[in-house]
């Protein structure tokens, strides 16, 4: 498949195009969101294979970098400043695999697919690292807290001998104090987990009120939390469109689609989570799926409330025929990195990926939901 340059996709975008996202009520009814493109741009080399990101400042950006570790890399001038936050593999002090990436204030922190968890603060370089779950299908963090997608062994190296996927657990202990917020529909082993939790269906997000948002992915619902962990509603992922077939998935075709290219033809013929958004209406589940062979991601918003506040077709064009996406708010300012893998990893590179900005806007009665940068300094005006 042939990939869109750099200047095609500033041409593609130019005009500062404006979406309105269609509310999911009656018809005629006020669309909640709006959504202006800003810019799309190729990554710069050093950082063209980045698998996650979170804000760092108004200015730049966090990247995560695989065994290159993790980056900041400047907006303005682009690309220009790319600074070594956590190093990587073979570096003194580094960081074995850096593939989920989050951020609050002054603290980041890094997970590697399997179980390695790793963290820092701005002001102090030297990382601190624990290696207390299996499998993790992504991580956020807020205030010292963290929600994580994973499973663990018990004293005894039992695999998830209690089922739990999903997890609530603080930096202070090294996750020492984590305990489950969601169990494997299946009990014991966790077996959803295992047959789908390496394919990346699932994402977790806290708001900025402490609340939090998990979507297991490997078997229905999106569930949201207070900070203390207790379920406050859950909505009805199936319902919204989403595939559900990991907890019917046979060892026999887990083990048969387990690599490439088997998985992403399995993938390819679902419509799976590919990322978890803090908005100012509620939650945005970005989903993706394949429409007679064109990729397509669909931004669905949950209101706070339980209901289903609307839904807009991203205008995102692919990289290649294997792309997934993530983003982050800071403000109103959403960052989307769209990424690529290699139809065959022994054959070919990891295409480079590409950084697009959006900047979200309100309708007046559209409900609200604090996120973002201005309620962090006003959050920190207060305490002062």
Same mark, same amino acid.
């Given at each position: 498949?042939?990939?869109?340059?750099?200047?095609?996709?500033?041409?593609?975008? $130019?005009?500062?195009?404006? *979406?309105? /996202?269609?509310? &999911? #009520? %009656?018809?005629?009814? !006020?669309?909640? =969101?709006?959504?202006?493109?800003?810019?799309?741009?190729?990554?710069?080399?050093?950082?063209?294979?980045?698998?996650?990101?979170?804000? $760092?400042?108004?200015?730049? *950006?966090? /990247?995560?970098? &695989? #065994? %290159?570790?993790?980056? !900041?890399?400047? =907006?303005?001038?682009?690309?220009?400043?790319?600074?070594?936050?956590?190093?990587?593999?073979?570096?003194?002090?580094?960081?074995?695999? $850096?593939?989920?990436?989050?951020?609050?204030?002054?603290?980041?922190? %890094?997970?590697?697919?399997?179980?390695? =968890?790793?963290?820092?603060?701005?002001?102090?370089?030297?990382?601190?690292?624990?290696?207390?779950?299996?499998?993790?299908?992504?991580?956020?963090?807020?205030?010292?807290?963290?929600?994580?997608?994973?499973?663990?062994?018990?004293?005894?190296?039992?695999?998830?001998?209690?089922?739990?996927?999903?997890?609530?657990?603080?930096?202070?202990?090294?996750?020492?104090?984590?305990?489950?917020?969601?169990?494997?529909?299946?009990?014991?082993?966790?077996?959803?987990?295992?047959?789908?939790?390496?394919?990346?269906?699932?994402?977790?997000?806290?708001?900025?009120?402490?609340?939090?948002?998990?979507?297991?992915?490997?078997?229905?619902?999106?569930?949201?939390?207070?900070?203390?962990?207790?379920?406050?509603?859950?909505?009805?992922?199936?319902?919204?469109?989403?595939?559900?077939?990991?907890?019917?998935?046979?060892?026999?075709?887990?083990?048969?689609?387990?690599?490439?290219?088997?998985?992403?033809?399995?993938?390819?013929?679902?419509?799976?989570?590919?990322?978890?958004?803090?908005?100012?209406?509620?939650?945005?589940?970005?989903?993706?799926?394949?429409?007679?062979?064109?990729?397509?991601?669909?931004?669905?918003?949950?209101?706070?409330?339980?209901?289903?506040?609307?839904?807009?077709?991203?205008?995102?064009?692919?990289?290649?025929?294997?792309?997934?996406?993530?983003?982050?708010?800071?403000?109103?300012?959403?960052?989307?990195?769209?990424?690529?893998?290699?139809?065959?990893?022994?054959?070919?590179?990891?295409?480079?990926?590409?950084?697009?900005?959006?900047?979200?806007?309100?309708?007046?009665?559209?409900?609200?939901?604090?996120?973002?940068?201005?309620?962090?300094?006003?959050?920190?005006?207060?305490?002062?």
């Amino acid at each position: 498949m042939r990939t869109l340059g750099g200047r095609g996709l500033a041409t593609a975008t $130019a005009g500062l195009l404006l *979406l309105l /996202l269609l509310a &999911g #009520a %009656a018809p005629g009814a !006020e669309p909640p =969101l709006t959504l202006r493109i800003l810019w799309d741009r190729p990554l710069p080399e050093a950082v063209a294979k980045a698998s996650d990101l979170r804000w $760092a400042s108004d200015e730049s *950006l966090y /990247l995560a970098l &695989g #065994a %290159a570790g993790v980056v !900041e890399m400047s =907006l303005a001038p682009f690309g220009e400043r790319i600074e070594t936050i956590v190093p990587g593999k073979g570096a003194p002090g580094g960081f074995s695999f $850096a593939a989920h990436l989050a951020a609050h204030g002054e603290e980041i922190l %890094a997970g590697s697919f399997l179980s390695v =968890l790793t963290w820092r603060t701005r002001k102090e370089p030297v990382r601190r690292e624990a290696a207390v779950f299996d499998i993790i299908e992504d991580l956020d963090l807020h205030r010292g807290k963290v929600a994580i997608l994973s499973a663990r062994r018990d004293a005894d190296g039992k695999f998830a001998p209690e089922g739990g996927i999903a997890w609530i657990g603080s930096l202070a202990t090294g996750m020492e104090d984590a305990r489950p917020v969601v169990f494997d529909s299946r009990g014991r082993g966790a077996p959803n987990l295992v047959a789908c939790g390496t394919y990346g269906l699932g994402a977790a997000r806290f708001l900025a009120d402490r609340s939090f948002v998990v979507v297991p992915g490997v078997q229905p619902g999106a569930h949201h939390f207070d900070p203390e962990g207790r379920l406050l509603r859950t909505w009805d992922t199936v319902a919204l469109g989403l595939t559900d077939d990991c907890p019917r998935l046979a060892e026999q075709e887990a083990r048969r689609i387990h690599f490439p290219p088997e998985r992403w033809a399995w993938l390819d013929a679902r419509r799976t989570l590919d990322e978890l958004v803090p908005l100012p209406q509620g939650i945005g589940l970005v989903v993706r799926s394949v429409v007679d062979g064109r990729q397509q991601w669909e931004l669905i918003v949950l209101a706070l409330d339980g209901s289903v506040a609307g839904r807009l077709l991203l205008p995102i064009s692919p990289v290649n025929e294997i792309t997934h996406l993530k983003a982050d708010l800071r403000g109103r300012r959403l960052a989307l990195l769209v990424m690529a893998h290699s139809p065959d990893i022994t054959r070919s590179p990891q295409p480079p990926g590409r950084l697009l900005m959006a900047e979200l806007g309100d309708q007046p009665d559209a409900r609200q939901v604090r996120t973002g940068a201005k309620e962090e300094r006003d959050e920190r005006r207060a305490k002062d």
